[in-house]
Nanobody
Framework: VQLQASGGGLVQAGGSLRLSCTAS????????MGWFRQAPGKERELVAA????????YYAESTKGRFTISRDNARNTDYLQMNSLIPEDTAVYYC????????????????WGQGTYITVSS
């Protein structure tokens, strides 16, 4: 599985961005998808995740109510809609996938996309 992330950029505080992650292969619908982020000097953390059917989702406390994860299995793509962005959201964002259920541990994810930078200016 190869993952291609897109949609990062520079945005002012309070603004919105939508990240996309498109997967190659025909088994996308079987995978849990996650979005992680890593800010300078900090560990990689899970932002949001969604299981294969979209029945189960997970959000970090810091993103609840502001971020929404979704997926379109027909397009092999999942999305992270980010609203009300704050400077603390500045980081490199990575999409990842795993064959099991939703997990908050980066070690549980098998495939990773390249990072996409998000900078939120105050």
């Amino acid at each position: 599985v190869q993952l291609q992330a897109s949609g990062g950029g520079l945005v002012q505080a309070g603004g919105s961005l939508r990240l996309s992650c498109t997967a190659s292969g025909r088994t996308f619908s079987r995978y849990t998808m996650g979005w992680f982020r890593q800010a300078p000097g900090k560990e990689r953390e899970l932002v949001a995740a969604i299981n294969w059917s979209a029945y189960s989702t997970y959000y970090a406390e810091s993103t609840k109510g502001r971020f929404t994860i979704s997926r379109d299995n027909a397009r092999n793509t999942d999305y992270l809609q980010m609203n009300s962005l704050i400077p603390e959201d500045t980081a490199v964002y990575y999409c990842a996938s795993r064959s099991g259920s939703v997990s908050s541990s980066a070690d549980d994810y098998d495939y990773w996309g390249q990072g996409t930078y998000i900078t939120v200016s105050s």
